[in-house]
């Protein structure tokens, strides 16, 4: 039985045990995936070289864990950041499947980011993971931040003068249980033609109620740990796969 983790300091809310679990059960792989928090993340490298087959990582040791790592992927090496670690032999690889579940979630949606203008609320890991998808193709990325303003970060109120394309919500504003609230007014949404949220819980944000959209994060999440569990078991994506999982994590969401 090979066994997987996710590792980070507060986990209370994580979906990626119900999708790796329901993944290698669907898939009849002989593997199971816990949640570990922990402060030290020193003694859990050392306990996961010998004990696991591969972990994913979130919040606060996305960046952390580079220094216990033998080699990374190109994307993480973008991103300068690591969500899933494989361990071959002791030898810990790491890789960003952020950058492709963001990728998947607008092909799986259909959303057309190619010259149009873009933009990204929130300046974290996130919107950083958006922005470098966004880049080479989008007419505009920008990120928008509360108070960091230089190259490629524009202000709150500077998102009143542009074109808005798409919006892409990488704040936590609006997650449960805090529903009630939205990152940007109506004026700006108004404006804007298409809207993306990363939020996976509610399913309808107020952001995405506000524009009638279903585009939420649950995609996203699904897909960074169906690649996860490419890397580590070699299986295989396909819409079907991802859409079924989605189905069977809609149990999960918190009552509106
Ligand atoms: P993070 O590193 O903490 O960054 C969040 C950013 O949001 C901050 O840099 C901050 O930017 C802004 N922000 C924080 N509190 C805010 C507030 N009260 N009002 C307005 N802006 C605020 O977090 P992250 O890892 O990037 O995650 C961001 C969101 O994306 C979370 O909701 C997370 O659950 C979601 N997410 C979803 C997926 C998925 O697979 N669906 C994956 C990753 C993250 P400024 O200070 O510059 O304004």
Known sequence: MNKYALI????????????HNYVFNKLNIKASYELIETTDLASFVLYAKSNLKG???TIPYKEKILQYLDEISEEA????NVNTVKNIDGKLYG???DYAGFLGML???????????CYILGSGGAAKTCFNVLKDKA???????????FENIISYDDLI??????LINATPVGMYPDIDSCPVNDLILNKTKEVVDLIYNPKETKFLKAKNSKHDGLIMLIIQALEADKIWENIKISKELIK????FCEQYRAPL
């Open 77 to 80: 090496k973008i991103l300068k």
């Open 161 to 166: 003068d542009v074109n808005i394309d798409l």
């Open 244 to 247: 079924e999982v989605g189905d």
């Open 139 to 149: 007419k505009t990325v920008k990120l928008v931040s509360r108070s960091k303003t």
């Open 107 to 117: 092909d799986y949606y259909n959303i057309d980011y190619c010259n149009k203008d």
């Open 95 to 97: 890789y960003n499947t």
């Open 8 to 19: 980070g300091a507060k986990l209370g809310h994580s979906y990626s045990s119900i999708i």
């Open 55 to 57: 972990f994913n990582v």
